[in-house]
């Protein structure tokens, strides 16, 4: 008999799987339908040996101290500062768009204060914030969203960035001064030897069982357990019964060049040419040496494996439905996809680490009163 059975091993899964076995001697069978542990996060280092992230990069950045000292037991770090410089006008230029950007592009010399003239001049007076479009106008005005912001969420969402929450592009800040970093997070650093190797190191305890290429559906019957940690899609969980929670996928072209080096940065978007939003070229992430250089491309598509929930008002209110089942089924819905949560890794892991709170508190309360009730009998 298992305590509990954990669907999906990549952050949310594996962080709750690692506190109920350690602290709470709790006995854990976790499984995931892929054939590997680490979920969306998992790297492998290619035929020609070079580490690459199968699902895409993956850049750990986080404010959390409570997050990064948790994660730190598991991994030694490599500071990583991530950049990003967008193709626009023939130019490659910093993203977010800073002082160097706008200088680079209309060929000035402002100064960070006149910068901050030159953008409030263009910003649109838009009152009350919605959409991911009013976020953008008001910030950098319209010339700028469209270079920009307006094909490269066309292409990752298809959808204009007006029927998207503010939330969305909000991720990306306008700044006035030169900082070229994607992120600003007091943390920022990669696993120093792979996301993977991270993994291995938090299932690896004697009250974890793992089971790879398996889906829950296969085994629900025929395993015992207590308690069932879920997360998958939410919808998926309880059968589509209210319609399918729209995701956004990705397919993710690899391609190895025999040279050192491909592009400047770690990443570089194209907003307004190709298919694909953005290239990354993995060894800026992992700091490998090699003389080979491998880079992913990504396409962005509405079919194939659910990688982003898409926010936006509609699907707020059928994921709130589902949300109110999740409440009374006595099963834990953690996770990206659990919580349809446009969610970076460290706030997966700050909400596994809340639940597990959570878990732990439920833990005592039931001890306590096993303890009465058998005090109570004699
Ligand atoms: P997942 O990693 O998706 O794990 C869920 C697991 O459940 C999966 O492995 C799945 O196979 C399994 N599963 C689902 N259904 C079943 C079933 N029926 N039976 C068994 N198993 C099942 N975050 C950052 O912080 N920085 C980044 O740079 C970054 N880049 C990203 C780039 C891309 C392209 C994507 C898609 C995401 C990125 N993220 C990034 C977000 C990050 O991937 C997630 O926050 C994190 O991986 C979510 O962890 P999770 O455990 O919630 O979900
Ligand atoms: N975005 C954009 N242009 C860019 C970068 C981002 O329009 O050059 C928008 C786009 O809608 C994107 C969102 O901002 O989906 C969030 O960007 P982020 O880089 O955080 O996306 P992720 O890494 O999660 O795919």
Redesign the pocket.
Known sequence: MFDYLI????????VLAERLASTENKKILI????SHI????YDYYNEDGILIHK???????TNSKEVFNYLSKFTDWRNYQHKVLACVDGQQVPIPINLTTINSLYGLNLSSQEVEGFLASKAEDIQQVRTSEDVVLKAVGRELYEKFFKGYTKKQWDLDPAQLDASVTARVPTRTNKDDRYFTDTYQAMPLHGYTKMFEKMLDHPNIKIMTN????EIIDAIPYKKMIF???VD?YFDYCYGKLPYRS?KFKFETLDQEQYQQTGTVNYPNDYAFTRITEFKYLTGQKHAKTSLVY?YPKAEGDP??PIPRPENAVLYKKYQELAAQSGTYF?????TYKY??????VAQALSTFKKIQTEISDETLYNETSVSNEY
Do not use: C
């Open positions: 669907v999906g091993a990549g952050f949310a899964g594996s499984i995931d339908k892929r680490g979920g969306n996060a699902y895409g990069p993956h850049i750990f950045h398996t889906d829950y559906h997360t998958g899609p998926e990705l990504e990688y982003y953690v996770g990206r996809l659990a969610y970076n890794m460290d706030q997966v």
